[in-house]
């Protein structure tokens, strides 16, 4: 690996109150750090934030938790469609991407349905938040598609992250003592694998913090060539794809 990337981790939402930022960089020898946790309104927008953190930056990866595309059979489906007529094609291909399929089929893990559930909120806010970041930093950030080379923004998702370290992906969100027991467990494994030059208090006080920290070990793990590559890249390159670390790489650290 030579030189260092900036890693951008976004926990995206629909309010910009709650949009989840870290700033991480990854250096030549693999390693993580992370130096800064913020939510998207603190003193800027989150694109304000998100430009100035790439601005300059040779290499970058911009790591969001949210679909940035839905299920080329939707579209297919509803450009023809008129109300009151049926739909042939599957409900399943109609509201699943390809990528869901492929999660589920490494880790068990089904990821929401952007075609079917208010996921795609969140998703048109990211595709919103992309744009922004883009005319604000005046650089073109285009999907990355070729691991360990490609600069620019990717699909992500935490639960696939935590699934791949041997870590639990549910029960940490919520605000109560239990979910923030978790997310100090979370913390605690992380430790071994991310520097973390920030306040732990924040993280263990706001899941979308934390969340938004996972986001950057994902996109490190793009950044170091260790994700599952799309079983079908053309596919990809239409629905949109998650990139998560193999399984076969559990270990805590690179």
Known sequence: M???WAIVGIDCATQEERIGLARGR???QGHVRVDRVTLGTAGESAA??????IKDQPRFVLAMDAPLGWPA????ALAAHKAGTGIKAPADDLFRRRTDRQVHKELRKLPLEVGADRIARTAHAALDLLEQVRQMSAQNVPLAWKQASDSGAIEVYP????ITRSLASSGYKADTPVARKARAQILSRLATEVDLAVTHDLMLEDADLLDAMVCVLAGADFARGLCVEPDNLRVAKKEGFIWFRSTGQRTLKY
């Open 2 to 4: 030579s030189g260092d």
């Open 159 to 162: 639960a696939a992250t935590l």
């Open 48 to 53: 304000a934030s998100v430009a100035e953190w």
């Open 26 to 28: 990854l250096d030549a």
């Open 73 to 76: 059979a939707l579209g297919t």
